[in-house]
């Protein structure tokens, strides 16, 4: 089983990393992290690097595509027709295409998802109407072989979803119980439907303070359109780009 997860520059890794660790462990699975360029891709935080050896003309198709969110860069991926058209290409080939939290909005730009209900991180996720998506305020949301799933942590349990799909109740426990997947946070506090205002409010501000940080944030204000979406995401997610 073939898996490309695509990665870019100011993705968050856990997006990436968490539904790595499960997949991985599904009998015959092969995973390539690919990106537009081999290289170096560097996370949001800045502090974590990934070495790509492969890069979206090497890799033609996949039994599984995963597209990885980010802070704020899932915006210059949305505006990347090269990259678009290459995960419009895979899609023609794979049995499951799969988002992790923004993740779904670069698939909601290539029009995979139109007339559709996906999910995203609760910040961003409104934007999926641009783009003739239903948001869902759900933690997985599947639709015919596409899954989409909210921020961050979300992805590992897609990736058990999906490995439950593929190989079934008694392999999923197994590797559940392998990488000791039993969450039980000090706070109850994961969602915002469990949240009190003034929470988001002090989340909303730091993530503003995060993405002013994202690596490369600078290059997305040279083009003219993709300065206009960050305007937008600064009237619907109170992000203040500079």
């Not at 995963?66 to 794979?94: A, C, Q, R, Y």
């Not at 079934?168 to 559940?176: A, H």
Request: proline share 2%; aromatic share 6%; with cysteine.
């Amino acid at each position: 089983m073939k898996i490309a997860i695509y990665v870019y520059n100011g993705i968050t890794m856990l997006d990436a990393i968490g539904p790595y660790e499960v997949l991985r462990n599904i009998e015959g699975a092969k995973v390539y992290f690919v990106a537009e360029n081999k290289g170096e891709i560097k996370a949001d935080s800045g502090f974590v690097h990934l070495s790509i050896k492969h890069d979206i003309n090497e890799i033609e198709s996949a039994d599984i595509l995963l597209i990885p969110g980010s802070t704020i860069t899932f915006i210059k991926e949305m505006k990347n027709k090269k990259v678009l058209n290459w995960i419009n290409k895979i899609d023609k080939t794979t049995r499951w295409t799969t988002s992790v939290c923004s993740g779904s909005l670069i698939l909601a730009a290539t029009g995979l998802l139109k007339n559709k209900e996906a999910t995203s991180h609760w910040k961003p996720k409104g934007l999926l109407k641009d783009y003739g998506v239903t948001p869902k305020d759900e933690r997985i949301v599947k639709q015919g072989k596409y899954i989409t799933s909210a921020g961050v942590s979300a992805g590992i349990d897609m990736a058990l979803y999906l490995s439950n799909e593929i190989v079934g109740e008694v392999e999923t426990k197994i590797i559940q119980l392998m990488i000791e997947y039993d969450p039980n946070p000090i706070y109850d506090s994961g969602s915002i439907a469990k949240v009190s205002d003034e929470i988001i409010k002090m989340a909303k501000r730091k993530l503003t303070k995060d993405a002013k940080k994202e690596i490369g944030l600078m290059d997305l204000l040279k083009s003219g359109k993709t300065l206009m979406k960050i305007k937008k995401l600064n009237n619907n997610l109170n992000y203040q780009i500079q």
